[in-house]
């Protein structure tokens, strides 16, 4: 299957300060990419679809001021999670779709430890 | 909102037995349905897909059934094995939210 690479894999960092993960499709072109967040124990909760070169759409409830994304390429998408609080210590996943198909890859995923 | 659900949240089969895992939808104009599989710590990988002008698809040790009328599907797993312990998520595919149910934990035992 396809490639998607997703980094960092973990970080830790001081509350009040933000953190970027960075999602890759490296051998196709992802004009939809997914960002989901994972508590422990629980699902995947969709946090906001991104279609290339336009705005996120975001699930009700996720803070679009705080969790930024931007997909501004076909094989990149990012996210920023800003002015990081202990509570956006979480497991984060995203995905990436090319355009007509429906199945999507998932990244490794990146666990964030605020402090 | 929860475009597919997926009760009974965990399952233990002894190895070599069936698995079968459920779930069921909402939207009757879905027209294609994936599973996925997720280890903890990782991310989900894809497992099998249906279309709806399907109401089964077969890879290997994994069937997936779309009963259209009930807007239910089912996905069955056998022979079961220790490595297929993990977390299934099924998802609607072909729309622009790829939002999973709540998974259904599969425990195989030796």
């Known amino acids: 299957g396809a490639v998607v690479s997703q980094h960092p894999s973990w970080v830790i960092c001081k509350s009040g300060t933000s953190v970027k993960i960075e999602c890759r499709s490296l051998?196709?072109?992802?004009?939809?990419m997914f960002w989901y967040r994972q508590f422990p124990k629980q699902s995947l909760m969709l946090m906001a679809t991104?279609?290339?070169?336009?705005?996120?759409?975001?699930e009700q409830g996720v803070e679009k001021d705080k969790f930024l994304i931007n997909h501004a390429s076909l094989t990149l998408s990012t996210l920023t999670v800003t002015s990081a609080h202990p509570e956006d210590s979480s497991f984060y996943i995203c995905?990436?779709?090319?355009?007509?198909?429906?199945?999507?890859?998932f990244g490794q995923g990146t666990r964030l430890t605020v402090v | 909102d929860q475009q597919v659900k997926q009760n009974s949240p965990s399952l233990s089969v002894q190895e070599g037995r069936i698995s079968i895992l459920n779930c069921d939808y909402t939207?009757?104009?879905?027209?294609?349905f994936l599973w996925y599989k997720k280890y903890p710590a990782e991310g989900p990988t894809f497992l099998i897909s249906?279309?709806?002008?399907?109401d089964k698809n077969e890879d290997g040790r994994f069937t997936v059934f779309l009963n259209k009328s009930a807007k239910h599907l089912s996905l069955h797993i056998v022979p079961s094995q220790p490595g297929d312990s993990a977390v299934y998520f099924c998802?609607?595919?072909?729309?622009?939210?790829?939002?999973f149910g709540k998974g259904n934990q599969v425990v195989v035992i030796p």
């Open positions: 995905s990436a779709r090319d355009h007509g198909d429906s199945e999507a890859f």
């Open positions: 051998d196709f072109q992802a004009t939809t």
């Open positions: 991104s279609n290339e070169g336009s705005k996120a759409t975001y």
């Open positions: 939207n009757s104009m879905f027209d294609y």
């Open positions: 249906i279309s709806s002008i399907k």
């Open positions: 998802a609607p595919g072909g729309n622009n939210r790829l939002a």
